[in-house]
């Protein structure tokens, strides 16, 4: 018989063990982890064999400048973009989840909450859409929607805070809708929010669109990335050239 001591830790820890689970455990709707997975799998065969990734490409803004982009991919957390356009060069840099911009040479940091859950976009099989794999992960599907013309299953993912987060400053912030083609299972548009760097609350819808897709060493890459905000077109991406494994330096996203 064990004696009342070692009794009464054993209920207090399944006590709160059940505590924590309910407390922790994140809404995972089948229905949207199915359809994730699907699309992940379809796009994402060659993920393993991916290190990193680099791809160049001519970008068109709605006030008809143009300019070049280049992005940088290492992993699914380190990302490097690299704008040149008229009025200056612009770059973003994010490396688990920290960062900053560089404008015309002056470096600004990043509050995290702009950079927390940024993933290289360019590469759908290293972007949100993979997380749904993450103990954390909460995933919601709601519904069937139009876009361009074709139906698409809506999924909602956000997140669970791993620190100390307020688990309601973690939900704004790692919100994220992802709409994947009925037919082609291709992630055909997503919705994020660009925060602002000085109030966490400040926050912009930003609709981006995914096209062209491509097969680039078994990873299946949107060629055009067109992007609106508030509703109103802000860019248009096309890209020209993808490269994967090519070596990336870790100083590149430093």
Known sequence: MRPPRVIFIFVLTLVFCSTLTAQQAPQRDPQAVAVALQSYSLMASAAPYVQDAVAEGQ????????GKIVFK???RD???HEITRPSGELTYVISQGKGFSLRDGKREQLPLWVTAYQRPAFIPAFFRLVDYARPETKLTYLGAVEVAGRPAHHIRISALPKDGTPPEIEE???EYHVFIDFQTLLPVKTITFDFSPEIIENRTPVETYF???????????PYRITRYIWGQKDSDITLTNVRLNVGLSDGDFQ
């Open 59 to 66: 970008m068109q803004w709605a006030d008809g400048t143009s």
């Open 73 to 75: 991919g290492k992993g």
């Open 78 to 80: 380190r990302l490097r």
């Open 172 to 174: 704004l912030i790692s």
């Open 211 to 221: 096209s062209d897709f491509r097969s680039v060493g078994g990873l299946l890459i």
